[in-house]
């Protein structure tokens, strides 16, 4: 790039920075940086060729907000990718995204400027601000950033590798999931370059800082608490199960259709039985949910009257309503005075939401005519109402100090952040329909429950759409087989980080931990051709956002990250032969000069001496003859 449109960026973007943040109000700046990024154009000759660009990075103290600009246009992936490379950053160094506004800002020569491959590098920017240790100039990257801190893959690795070269930046960092011609190789390696794959953001931070961040993580993740609390759920739901077991006019049904039911619930109860024996209480509790509406459903087909058939089933809706409320007006009052359990407050109000939506369902699926289906959402509903119940039902009674207003703020941040995340994801280009729609259906329900001033519930549907999508981004790097279990080990990581970062903090993260056990049923790293490892990333995604929630709703103090100094050696490159001959020619020519300019001011010294002495030869004569 000319250093004069080098300069005018700078100062352009500056400008910008500082009308953008007098725009907000007066602001403390935190930080500012630059790098170059650098992207892929079409030549005269239809060829693709690597372009530069320059990124800045200017964070004040705010409230989340992240802010992107260019000259040229951006496209909206890119200003997705800033969200969540902002988010991430803040995730890597353990720091709240809450008390910071980041503003970025792109100065190309391209047309425009779009695509999510320099997500890694503005995760780079915000996390050299925020753990105030400045970038290496000599370094760059190209690489999308992954929610789980992993570098996904990008396109065209190889050009850009030259144009980084081109601009005289010796380290160049690219996915370990992609690869790069012989012919970039020899290229950058003609011009110092050295390209290097990195897996994740901690190293390419590594690389760029000098500073190594990657956090030591503890497995032993399931506290005394945990145990304690999920152990007495456990025995509640198991109780209610049963009962509802008892409660069965027979075990043994003519009618197939219900006999199916009760041998699936009696076959889910022994493998419950085994969960809890190894202490895995949510994933026992979890299964209950199923088994005991097959035993709901069961008893209810068999109490059926030979007439009145509807009638019975809105009597048994009507019940369920009141019961719900009552419920609702309980864990309403005066339950939860710890921080640390305040999370099972809202997982209990997003049951009863669940239950009153099953409810809708049966009333549905009774005014069609289905009455089989009318029994089947009304028993979901019926159990869902009472895990709400159980998840306060063990917990003290005190004051929560989380004000509705707090709710409404929270329901609306995870809104914001759930509609970055479904556009990302879905500018990906990812080929699983089922799974986008499902993504895009939960965003809708959020927003259609924060309307409704149901904020909690929005909350839960909103980071089940942000789980979903990062689901998909993180399957998006998954290009072939062989990465599988690097990318399944890079998320338990970040999970785990996650988890032990709020238990710092004092925290007890309920669902985080309970996901994470759940999640691993699904993926067995020595078998990496495990077709449940969508189902395995979805429980990671969502042990991270849940925890992250409990974070938020107790207002706890993150605990950051300490950097330690730990540089990575970089190998200098071997010139080509041509330039090493270059350089000696230029240093034995240089050696010359230098000689001739002494020689030349020894001889003038030389000079200036004997014409200072024939001077005074001539005034000691002169003054001889004018004594005589």
């Known amino acids: 790039m000319d250093s004069r449109l080098f300069i005018l960026s700078l100062l352009l973007a500056a400008f910008l920075m500082v009308g953008a943040v007098h725009a907000q109000g007066v602001q403390n700046v935190v930080g500012s940086t630059s790098l170059y990024i650098f992207g892929v154009t079409n030549s005269s000759n239809g060829t693709l060729v690597g372009v530069p660009a320059l990124l800045n990075l ?59 491959s320099a997500g890694s590098a503005f995760t780079m920017a915000a996390m050299s601000i925020l753990s105030g240790k400045p970038l290496n100039k000599n370094v760059a990257m190209t690489g999308t950033a992954n929610p789980d801190g992993s570098v996904g893959i990008v396109g065209d690795v190889s050009q850009k590798s030259e144009a980084a070269a081109n601009q005289h930046i010796k380290t160049f960092l690219y996915p370990s999931t992609d690869t790069i011609s012989s012919a970039a190789l020899s290229y950058d390696e003609a011009h110092g370059e050295i390209p290097i794959p990195v897996s994740s953001e901690y190293q390419a931070f590594q690389y760029f800082t000098g500073y190594n961040i990657t956090p030591t993580v503890d497995y032993n993740i399931q506290t005394s608490l945990y145990l304690s609390l999920m152990k007495q759920t456990y025995l509640q739901f198991d109780s209610y199960q049963n009962s509802l077991y008892s409660s069965l006019p027979s075990v043994n049904d003519s009618n197939s259709s219900i006999q199916l039911l009760i041998n699936e619930a009696m076959s889910d109860m022994s493998a419950q039985k085994a969960e809890a024996a190894n202490g895995s209480y949510y994933v026992a509790a979890s299964s209950m949910i199923t088994s005991s509406s097959d035993l709901l459903q069961a008893k209810l087909l068999e109490s059926l009257p030979s007439s009145g058939q509807d009638s019975f089933v809105n009597t048994l809706i009507s019940q369920e309503n009141s019961t719900i409320k009552g419920i609702e007006n309980n864990i309403s009052s005066n339950y939860v005075s710890n921080s640390s359990t305040l999370i099972l407050k809202f997982i209990a109000f997003d049951r009863l939401m669940q239950a009153r939506n099953y409810l809708n369902d049966s ?12 029994i089947y959402y009304y028993s979901l509903a019926a159990v869902k109402a009472q895990t709400a119940y159980f998840w306060v039902s063990i917990l003290p009674k005190g004051s929560s100090n989380f004000s509705q207003s707090q709710y409404e703020a929270l329901s609306n941040y995870y809104l914001y952040k759930a509609s970055s995340y479904n556009d990302y994801a879905s500018l990906l280009g990812v080929d699983l329909p089922p799974e986008v729609s499902e993504m895009q259906s939960y965003l809708s329900s959020a927003q ?86 969508s189902e395995y990333l979805l ?63 020894r001889l003038y010294l030389k000079t200036r001496k004997n014409k200072s002495n024939e001077s005074g030869k001539k005034k000691v004569i002169h003054k001889k003859r004018s004594r005589k």
Do not use: K
């Open 448 to 533: 259609s429950r924060y309307y409704s001033g149901n904020y909690i519930s929005s909350i839960f549907a909103s980071i089940e759409s942000i789980s979903l999508a990062q689901m998909l981004i993180e399957e998006n790097s998954l290009i072939n087989i062989s990465v599988l279990s690097q990318i399944g080990n890079q998320s338990a990581i970040a999970t785990l980080n996650t988890i032990n970062s709020a238990e710092a903090s004092g925290i007890t993260p309920f669902l985080g931990i309970s996901y994470y056990y759940f999640g691993n049923q699904f993926y067995n790293p020595s078998n990496v051709s495990n077709s449940d490892f």
């Open 539 to 601: 429980f990671e995604t969502e042990a991270r956002d849940f925890t992250q929630l409990g974070m938020l709703v107790s207002n706890a103090s993150l605990i950051p990250h300490t950097p330690s100094l730990q540089p990575i050696p970089v190998s200098t490159p071997v010139a080509p032969l041509l330039e090493e001959i270059s350089f000696i020619v230029l240093g034995i020519a240089i050696g010359v000069v230098l000689a001739g300019i002494v020689f030349e001011y």
């Open 363 to 374: 009333i549905q699926s009774l005014s069609s005519g289905d009455l089989q289906n009318a």
């Open 58 to 116: 200017t964070i004040t103290n705010g409230t989340g907000q992240v802010f992107l600009g260019s000259t040229p246009l951006t496209q909206t992936d890119t200003q997705a990718q800033a969200v969540l490379s902002a988010e991430l950053a803040c995730q890597l160094l353990n720091v709240n995204c809450d008390n910071y506004n980041f503003y970025y800002y792109i100065t190309s020569s391209s047309v425009e400027v779009g695509g999510p």
